[in-house]
């Protein structure tokens, strides 16, 4: 089996700054793939390579095999990969089926009158999102109204719904309370268990990862200072890794001296 | 069903209208009555123009030029009216003027991301002071023999013993509440005035529904223009003066979000009759017309207070 996506030696400079150096991963599909690091590690930099936002400097990706070069979002999207932003990309006021299918309606009637067929949009977008979660039953609830992780639910749907191959989910958990971080991880593993779907979960909470990951890669200052499968880090204190090398016993230490 | 009706944004024009209507009905009886059929007039005037302004403002922006673009549209249109275009070349070009208007508004808000507010008061005092410089101060009027001309009285007679103005109301109306809650377009203005960021990652184009937002406004407003023009037969420097913020009032009491993204153009004509019907009744009273600047700024503010005190009721849509 081959990769979905491979990274192969991906650097990216602003000016004299190197935000990435050289980072290589690559992703299959049924797998979940955690990247973590803290912040100015490098993930957002990667993340928008990857989404066609940015354009490396150096090093290749490859969509299934074949190298690629995205100019933009939209050819991003084309090859399959699907990021879900962090603010994923929704609008508050209006439905469900509205957002699910917002930028790409269904129509019915003459096409030029633009009349949306929002029985179908609802059945779809209802349809698709109890695949992976059981987020509402009406699809004409706002989506202010839904709890955090309905609306990732909502988002992860949509990005699967719309042809991605590659589930991009850039801090899906961070601003959530417990039991919603819960779901969305559920959600995940939900995805996983399809079997076609690759994802790169970018996070900072090394419980989540440990939750739902089949392999890690830690960042850090642009550069990969880890990488493992599941087995490998049994046992292992991610935090270490996540901190940069620092002793974990240091900063207690030092966390300590200060409330002292 | 009613508890459906109170969680609207729409309530408050829908109940302070009817309580209107019983307390001037039963206060002032016949004249109030008799009266009706001017009032829808009025309220077409304006309802045409806050049509327009409730879809600005659902997209996120504003429009203040709309009364000047009202007073300056119908004043071309009444001078090419005498010309050799004729009253349907006259209608047309002044038309094409209004979309231009629009087109330039939308444009420059959103390629030089400008505040809406500040663009369009600029050129609320540009086309103000066109009329004002072109007329110079004089009323402007169509011949007595041209008024009997096909087009004039399509614009500006009668059918069924109402202005025509109201029906083409009624019209656009239906028109435009059906493309602002069935159709993409009606979609994606709400999408862009709610979240634009969320509009332009899903491929919203956000600039180009902004752009066609701002051109039916000021279209409509022209048309509105045109229609007076063609009823009264005359244009003055101070036609339309501080429509606008009639407008943006009516639609705040009709249950538009000012913030963007969230109301009806229905609620905004409900919205209109609100303040006609109190401004009418008021005049009709022998109360100190002055009376109702004061109440309309005080239910306003009062609206806006309540809406802050209950955001919950509000919240829903």
Redesign the interface.
């Known amino acids: 089996m081959q990769p979905v996506v491979e990274i192969r030696n991906l650097a990216k400079s602003f000016g004299p700054f190197s935000a990435l150096k050289g980072v290589s991963l690559d992703v299959y599909p049924g797998e979940v793939h955690a990247l973590l690091g803290d912040n100015g590690a490098g993930k957002s930099t990667l993340i928008k390579i990857l989404s066609g936002i940015f354009q490396p400097t150096a090093g290749e990706v490859l969509v299934d095999g074949t190298p690629v070069q995205f100019t933009s979002p939209?050819d991003a999207a084309a090859a399959g990969i699907g990021t879900v932003?962090q603010?994923?990309?929704?609008?508050?006021?209006?439905p469900v089926s509205?957002?699910f299918f917002?930028?790409?309606?269904l129509?019915k009637g003459p096409r030029f009158?633009?009349?949306?067929d929002?029985r179908r949009m609802d059945a779809i977008a209802l349809a698709e999102m109890h695949k992976i979660g059981n987020p509402t039953k009406n699809a004409r609830q706002?989506v202010?109204?839904m709890s955090g992780g309905q609306r990732q639910t909502l988002a992860i749907a949509r990005a699967i719904h719309f042809g991605a191959r590659v589930l991009i989910l850039d801090e899906p958990t961070s601003a959530l309370g417990q039991k919603q971080q819960m779901e969305v991880l559920k959600t995940i593993m939900r995805v996983r268990a399809r079997g076609d779907i690759a994802i790169i979960f970018i996070t900072h909470n090394e419980v989540h990862a440990k939750l739902v990951a089949d392999r890690f890669t830690f960042l850090a200052l642009g550069e990969v200072i880890g990488r493992g499968t599941k087995a490998d880090l049994e046992g292992e204190d991610i935090r270490h890794l996540m901190a940069g090398g620092a002793e974990m016993a240091d900063l207690m230490k030092e966390i300590r001296s200060i409330a002292a | 069903m009613l508890a459906k009706l109170l969680q609207r944004p729409e309530a408050a024009a829908v109940f302070s209208l009817i309580g209107l209507q019983i307390v001037f009905g039963t206060w002032l009886g016949a004249p109030w009555t008799d009266n009706l059929p001017g009032l829808l007039r009025d309220v077409s005037w304006l309802g045409i123009v806050a049509i327009g302004q409730a879809m600005v403002i659902i997209s996120g922006e504003f429009d203040l030029s709309v009364g000047s673009v009202y007073a300056f549209v119908s004043m071309v249109f009444v001078m090419l009216v005498q010309t050799s275009l004729g009253p349907l070349g006259a209608f047309i070009v002044a038309m094409a003027i209004s979309a231009t208007i629009g087109w330039l508004n939308g444009w420059l808000t959103w390629r030089f991301k400008l505040p809406s507010l500040l663009v369009t008061l600029g050129f609320l005092f540009v086309y103000r002071g066109l009329v004002e410089y072109v007329t110079d101060g004089k009323t402007i009027t169509i011949p007595n023999e041209m008024r009997s001309d096909l087009v004039l009285s399509v614009l500006g007679g009668r059918f069924l013993g109402m202005h025509n103005s109201v029906w083409i109301c009624a019209a656009l109306l239906a028109v435009f509440s059906g493309a602002m809650a069935?159709?993409?377009?009606g979609?994606?203005v709400?999408?862009v005035g709610?979240?634009v960021?969320?509009?332009l990652?899903?491929?919203?184009p956000a600039g180009r529904v902004k752009i066609r937002t701002f051109m039916a406004c000021s279209m409509l407003s022209g048309l509105a223009g045109i229609i007076t023009a063609a009823t009264l037969s005359s244009v003055s420097t101070t036609t339309a003066t501080s429509m606008e913020f009639e407008a943006i009032a009516a639609t705040v009491i009709g249950g538009v979000?000012l913030l963007g993204?969230?109301g009806t153009v229905w609620g905004a004509i409900l919205g209109v009759f609100t303040l006609l019907a109190l401004k009418n009744g008021l005049i009709l009273g022998g109360i100190n017309i002055f009376v109702y600047q004061i109440l309309l700024g005080t239910v306003l503010v009062g609206l806006v207070a309540l809406k802050g005190a209950l955001p919950q009721q509000f919240?829903?849509?």
């Open positions: 939209r932003y603010d994923l990309a929704l609008a508050s006021l209006m509205r957002n917002l930028g790409r309606e129509f009158l633009g009349i949306l929002d706002a202010g109204t | 069935k159709t993409q377009y979609s994606h709400q999408a709610g979240d960021n969320a509009a990652t899903t491929g919203v979000s993204g969230a919240a829903r849509r």
